[in-house]
C-alpha cells in the first residue's frame, strides 16, 4: 500500500510558475514510477507526465512538453513537478499517482493522491 498527499497548487498568473509535490509513505517508494495527472471540470483525466521507478526516464504530454517538469527525490520519497509558463488551460486538479511500471494511461496506476487544485488567471 502507498499513500501519496500532493501539495503545492494554488491561483497564479498566466506565465508564472508552481511546483507540486508528492508526497509517499508506505511501500518502497523507489520502487514505483510516479504519474502525474489532471482533470478539468468537465473534462476526463488526462495524462501528464509520468518518471520511472529510478527518475532515469520521463514522459511528457505535448500539451506539457517543454514547459512542465517532473523529478524526484527517493530518498525523501517525493515526486515534483515543475510547471513553468502556466496557461489558463492548465487550470485543473492534479493528481500523482503510484504503479509498478511507467504508463501514459490512468488505468494502468494502482494508488492515488487525493488531488491539488491549480488555476491560472489570464
Known amino acids: 500500500q502507498v499513500q501519496l498527499v500532493e501539495s503545492g497548487g494554488g491561483l497564479v498568473q498566466a506565465g508564472g510558475s508552481l511546483r507540486l509535490s508528492c508526497a509517499a509513505s508506505?511501500?518502497?517508494?523507489?520502487?514505483?514510477?510516479m504519474g502525474w495527472f489532471r482533470q478539468a471540470p468537465g473534462k476526463e483525466r488526462e495524462f501528464v507526465g509520468a518518471?520511472?521507478?529510478?527518475?532515469?526516464?520521463?514522459y511528457y504530454a505535448d500539451s506539457v512538453k517543454g514547459r512542465f517538469t517532473i523529478s524526484r527525490d527517493n530518498a525523501k520519497n517525493t515526486v515534483y513537478l515543475q510547471m513553468n509558463s502556466l496557461k489558463p488551460e492548465d487550470t485543473a486538479v492534479y493528481y500523482c499517482?503510484?504503479?509498478?511500471?511507467?504508463?501514459?494511461?490512468?488505468?494502468?496506476?494502482?494508488?492515488w493522491g487525493q488531488g491539488t487544485q491549480v488555476t491560472v488567471s489570464s
Open positions: 508506505g511501500r518502497t517508494f523507489s520502487s514505483y514510477a
Open positions: 518518471i520511472s521507478w529510478s527518475g532515469g526516464s520521463t
Open positions: 499517482a503510484a504503479d509498478t511500471s511507467t504508463s501514459l494511461s490512468a488505468y494502468e496506476y494502482d494508488y
